[in-house]
């Protein structure tokens, strides 16, 4: 992928690094691209706090820089791979974006396809790097082909429908989870300015009232929706539980790591249905 694109030499690469906890040298290998995708889905959260305060949701580099790396916030996953794509160009790798229509919770496989991500080329091999899904995403990238599997505390794994589709899958005792479908069809910084305005402002759109936050840790993984809080544990059940308020707009900090300035935390407090099914 060409610079003008994708904006490598755009991208505070140390300030990045140093934002998602990665001490390591860099290089466009297999080894940094786990590394990296781990330290990138442990330290930034997937957050949707702007869209539901009624803020635009800029998807210029420099926008992204100054909300995820310098101020410590979090992003949907348009932001996410703005940043990731220009650090991964920055870094020498070769890749092209994809877009997918989630299957988790709904089960529907004809929904938006409003989730973003990115098909790594390395070695003879393409990796799916996707740092954005939240709670239930991958924590390393995984091999994209038929029967891939991504094995250890949180296996995943993927197949492929007659039709041609790739679906990812959650591998867990109970049976796999399809969390959502794709093909490698490539994607463009334009294509995501489509689904960026989609996110914001569609009716049908699951991100623009109310608050949804995840995380994917090494141990635990959360997912809030509104109020509700979803934890996952390793060898435990998922639990579930209702927020009040207080527990509500404390959580992007203290469960998400997200920083929120007062203000923030001010004007999610004064939209209406902060409990229940709004926030």
Same mark, same amino acid.
């Given at each position: 992928?060409?610079?003008?694109?994708?904006?490598?030499?755009? !991208?505070? &690469?140390?300030?990045? #690094?140093?934002?998602?906890?990665?001490?390591? +040298? %860099?290089?466009?290998?297999?080894?940094? =691209?786990?590394?990296?995708?781990?330290?990138?889905?442990?330290?930034?959260?997937?957050?949707?706090?702007?869209?539901?305060?009624?803020?635009?949701?800029?998807?210029?580099?420099?926008?992204?820089?100054?909300?995820?790396?310098?101020?410590?916030?979090?992003?949907?996953?348009?932001?996410?791979?703005?940043?990731?794509?220009?650090?991964?160009?920055?870094?020498?790798?070769?890749?092209?974006?994809?877009?997918?229509?989630?299957?988790?919770?709904?089960?529907?496989?004809?929904?938006?396809?409003?989730? !973003?991500? &990115?098909?790594?080329? #390395?070695?003879?091999?393409?990796?799916?790097? +996707? %740092?954005?899904?939240?709670?239930?995403? =991958?924590?390393?990238?995984?091999?994209?082909?038929?029967?891939?599997?991504?094995?250890?505390?949180?296996?995943?794994?993927?197949?492929?429908?007659?039709?041609?589709?790739?679906?990812?899958?959650?591998?867990?005792?109970?049976?796999?989870?399809?969390?959502?479908?794709?093909?490698?069809?490539?994607?463009?910084?334009?294509?995501?300015?489509?689904?960026?305005?989609?996110?914001?402002?569609?009716?049908?759109?699951?991100?623009?009232?109310?608050?949804?936050?995840?995380?994917?840790?090494?141990?635990?993984?959360?997912?809030?929706?509104?109020?509700?809080?979803?934890?996952?544990?390793?060898?435990?059940?998922?639990?579930?539980?209702? =927020?009040?308020?207080?527990?509500?707009?404390?959580?992007?900090?203290?469960?998400?790591?997200?920083?929120?300035?007062?203000?923030?935390?001010?004007?999610?407090?004064?939209?209406?249905?902060?409990?229940?099914?709004?926030?």
């Amino acid at each position: 992928m060409t610079d003008s694109m994708w904006q490598g030499s755009g !991208v505070d &690469l140390d300030a990045y #690094l140093s934002r998602v906890g990665y001490p390591a +040298d %860099v290089a466009p290998d297999l080894a940094t =691209l786990r590394g990296l995708h781990a330290a990138h889905v442990g330290a930034i959260a997937f957050e949707n706090i702007d869209a539901v305060l009624g803020r635009p949701v800029p998807l210029d580099l420099d926008s992204v820089q100054d909300k995820i790396v310098r101020r410590g916030r979090g992003g949907w996953c348009m932001e996410h791979v703005v940043l990731v794509a220009a650090v991964l160009d920055r870094i020498g790798f070769t890749f092209s974006a994809l877009s997918a229509r989630s299957r988790v919770r709904t089960g529907s496989k004809v929904g938006p396809a409003v989730h !973003v991500a &990115l098909c790594v080329e #390395l070695d003879g091999d393409r990796w799916l790097f +996707d %740092v954005s899904f939240g709670g239930y995403g =991958l924590h390393e990238p995984i091999r994209l082909a038929e029967n891939s599997r991504l094995d250890g505390d949180w296996p995943f794994d993927m197949v492929r429908e007659p039709h041609g589709e790739y679906v990812l899958r959650s591998v867990r005792p109970q049976g796999a989870v399809e969390l959502y479908g794709f093909t490698t069809d490539p994607r463009y910084p334009s294509d995501f300015e489509l689904l960026n305005h989609f996110c914001l402002t569609h009716a049908r759109s699951p991100f623009n009232h109310r608050m949804v936050l995840q995380r994917t840790q090494p141990a635990v993984r959360h997912v809030l929706i509104g109020n509700t809080l979803t934890e996952m544990r390793l060898g435990e059940p998922p639990a579930q539980r209702e =927020l009040d308020e207080d527990e509500t707009l404390s959580a992007p900090e203290k469960i998400f790591g997200i920083a929120l300035e007062p203000s923030d935390v001010q004007s999610l407090k004064a939209t209406s249905g902060t409990t229940g099914t709004g926030l």
